[in-house]
């Protein structure tokens, strides 16, 4: 591997000029620049929380990059672990507190640093630990708003690549040739999306134009690797525009093609009203600071899918509660082969979707037992979801409201023991079983 290296410093914003304070900085992000910088290293605070800092933000997570290698930085730190093989990267541990320290990385394109960079066919790139300078580690970041660096020699922000008049204009820009960059990475896609949603930053005309074209790039990235940019996209607190983006940009045929396609053809609307509703109230719990159940989130996201499942299950003659198993079996396995969905979430969204069809059973037996399911609370949440798109389903959902806030004994006298004659529901009910008959005892 190459060695790090030492360069000028680009433009300087000054203290006075940019108004980050130490008081917003992680008390342990600034212990790790003042360490490495008394050993004689260079230290900066980089990417999204100088960024988050610049636009009045309070970043959760801070990132160092320095010229000390990761070995030289776990020198420093006995609290210290190396990881990663693309990126080698060192992690300073504190607590439950992660500060991620990189070495400057170089572009790489010289012989000499061929034996530490893989590149795929299609120009994705595979492993990069080539070491450079602090212009050419600005130079490899993906958005000039994340290469902005904050030091503590003299407090001031080191500028390469003009982010910092970005972020002021609150526009996000590719660093270098966008097609070029998308070719290298294409879940950078997903990320200008995720930013731009997040921020409230318009997407440079240059950096936009590239991605409805290059959009089926992203089919070549790792399953695992979507699924985890998936839930950062819909868990930032900002699903809404970010799904529009996603909409916009041809990245949702991509990502939820089932999904995309659903949505597309429901003429109605109702499923885009449910499905909006649900990123809506998304983004309002992630604001309050309350937890967002994943498996609760593919149930709202793909329900779309599922329905249109259904609907093409039974046209082909399906009995219902047959084509309802079928249909979420067949969307769960083609959207894991797209977007890896744990199956601790994904048997979580089938059993929202599949306890739907019983919220119009309502025999007593039937109600209590429904009500003790350990999933009820997610399918009745699930359930007022669809309301915002069918208004039928108003008279069902003030009935299981009324079931929860009733006692046992009250709930009883409301609701009939059997289903009345003539009603779907009887027909539903599995026949009972018929006695066998006693063989006769042979003669003698």
Known sequence: MSEPQEAGHGTVIARADHGISRKDISPNALRVLYKLRDAGFKAYIVGGAVRDLLTGGHPKDFDVATNATPEQVRAQFRNCRLIGRRFRLAHVMFGSEIIEVATFRASGDDDTAAADREVHEEGRLIRDNVYGTLEEDAFRRDFTANALYYTVEDFSVRDIVGGYRDVKDRVLKLIGDPETR???DPVRMLR????????????????????????????GASSAR????????????????????LEQFGLLDVLFPDAAKALKTNRSGALRAMLMQALRNTDERVRADKTVAPGFLFACLLWPAYCREVAVLQASGAELAVAQQRAADRVTLRQ???????RRFSLPMQEIWQLQSRFGQRTRKRVFRLLAHPRFRAAFDFLSLRAHGVPELAEELRFWEQAQALAPEQLAEIIPAHAPAGSGESAAQPPKRRRRRSRPRPAG
């Open 182 to 184: 998308y070719r290298e």
């Open 336 to 342: 894991t082969e797209r977007v890896a969905i744990p």
């Open 226 to 245: 979507l699924f985890d940019e998936v839930l950062k996209i819909f868990l930032a607190g900002s699903a809404v525009p970010s799904f529009l983006l």
């Open 192 to 219: 200008a999306v995720r930013l731009a949603a997040k921020l409230g930053f318009s997407i440079h005309p240059e950096a936009a134009a590239p991605i409805p074209a290059m959009a089926p790039l992203l089919a």
